[in-house]
């Protein structure tokens, strides 16, 4: 082996060892649910535009790489507020929210990672003492939940938006009032459903007796056109067909015509 082999045999050792300690500092990979975004050291710093998509990457070792995870995530929150008429109500709030996929440059360079803490927290506690603040306990607890949670979640995502976060949803899992104001609630609560189906019974009966004055009705113009159009004559005829048909039974039986009224009258045995 002569000189010149074996330089080039060191040289390419020593750069595979280089290349082996570095390729950390060179390399990274972006996983499923992620994007990444780099600081470039010394090509103007952070480049907010490109966002980078999942798989393998190669950077500059004197570069930095923030990787943000953009699935939904989901966090619960607990906290006391203020009802319109100064009660203390504890409410848990779940929601859920992630970054703008392709914001998060602006995202890290005016928040950074701890988006959520920093902002997402906090505005969701502004919005539901704002919100809450406007309501009775019993609206709350009852007829205007799912109002009250809508406009909490329509003031956080526009506050979000503006920060380049996306919220969700928002959901009102739990209120806790005090046992007394609860006991309350829960018994004028029965007692208007109380009242609610005694005015359906009231209701229910007084469908009930219109119709049976109709059918009342009905019935006594049904009689009045079959008596005014009933006379003697219809009557015998009408009595001479219902004898002939009786007569043709096996029965034995005697017919005596002209009984009263001109009737024929039927003696026999059944």
């Known amino acids: 082996m002569n000189q010149r082999t074996t330089t080039i045999i060191v040289i390419s050792f020593a750069l595979l060892v280089i290349l082996a300690l570095a390729w950390s500092s060179i390399t990274y990979t972006i996983q499923a649910g992620e994007r990444g975004i780099v600081f470039r050291t010394f090509q103007g710093g952070l480049d907010r535009e490109t966002v980078y998509d999942q798989g393998f990457k190669i950077k500059w070792p004197w570069d930095k790489v923030y990787i943000y995870d953009v699935r939904i995530k989901e966090d619960i929150g607990t906290m006391q507020v203020l009802s319109k008429n100064g009660l203390t109500i504890k409410t848990e709030l779940s929601y859920r929210y992630k970054p703008v996929d392709n914001r998060i440059g602006y995202l890290h360079d005016n928040i950074g990672t ?13 919005a539901t003492r704002e919100v809450i603040g406007k309501y009775l306990p019993e609206e709350l607890y009852s007829s205007k939940r799912e109002a009250i949670q809508d406009e909490i979640y329509q003031r956080t995502a526009a506050a979000l938006k503006e920060k380049d976060i996306l919220l969700d949803v928002v959901l009102i899992r739990e209120v806790e009032l005090p046992p007394k104001l609860k006991a309350a609630i829960e018994r004028k609560l029965e007692q208007e459903q109380a009242a609610l189906e005694y005015e359906f019974k009231l209701e229910q009966a007084k469908k009930e007796a219109e119709r ?33 048909k009786l007569s043709q039974s096996s029965n034995s039986k005697v017919v005596i015509i002209g009984g009263e009224d001109g009737l024929p009258v039927i003696l026999g045995d059944k």
């Open 114 to 126: 701890n988006y959520h803490d920093d902002i997402v927290v906090p505005e969701i506690r502004s």
């Open 212 to 244: 049976q004055k109709i059918e009342a009705e009905g019935k006594a113009t049904a009689n009045r056109i079959i008596n005014s159009s009933l006379t003697d004559k219809i009557l015998q005829e009408k009595g001479i067909e219902a004898t002939l």
